[in-house]
């Protein structure tokens, strides 16, 4: 899961995709293409939205995208296209661009990106979960289908 600074959407992706895969044994990161918030906690307004939702993302510390995570992870989700152009710029081949699709790729509405909550009010943290946790529920179907 990846965004800008690693500490408003990528983090909420990575919490809600992991609350759903409790029992699996699935890798779910997240990070961000700038080093802006590398070492720090996710957004405390990401904090209260997921554990408002019964999820606790405290356990997270920004960091940066780097190269070989194109080797760690089947599936690179980034949450707009500004980002989607940073990692695709990263890719050294096309295997590598494969991984990279917009999150929001996966619902069936015409929205492209989620929207960077960072400089606006709760409420935007409130419609990106809502984004997300639709986004994550058909990645959780699709990755069930890939392995079963
Ligand atoms: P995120 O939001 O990409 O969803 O983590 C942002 C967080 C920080 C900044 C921009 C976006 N920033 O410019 O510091």
Redesign the pocket.
């Known amino acids: 899961m990846v965004?800008?600074?690693?500490?408003?959407?990528?983090p909420l992706a990575e919490g809600i995709l992991k609350h759903k895969f409790p029992k699996h044994n699935f890798i779910v990161e997240s990070a961000?293409t700038s080093n802006?918030?590398i070492g720090e906690l996710p957004?405390k307004r990401s904090i209260e939205v997921a554990k408002k939702h019964g999820i606790d993302i405290t356990n997270q510390r920004g960091r940066q995208f780097k190269v070989s995570d194109f080797d760690e992870f089947n599936f690179i989700y980034v949450?707009d296209t500004s980002n989607y152009k940073n990692i695709i710029a990263l890719a050294r081949n096309d295997g590598d661009k494969k991984k990279v699709e917009l999150i929001l790729n996966e619902l069936d509405n015409e929205l492209i990106n989620v929207p960077?909550?960072?400089y606006g009010g709760d409420s935007g943290f409130e419609n990106v979960f809502q984004l997300l946790n639709q986004a994550c529920d058909r990645i959780y179907i699709k990755v069930l289908k890939n392995i079963s």
Request: aromatic share 12%; charged share 20%.
């Open positions: 965004c800008l600074g690693n500490i408003c959407r990528s961000g802006y918030h957004d949450m960077d909550p960072y």
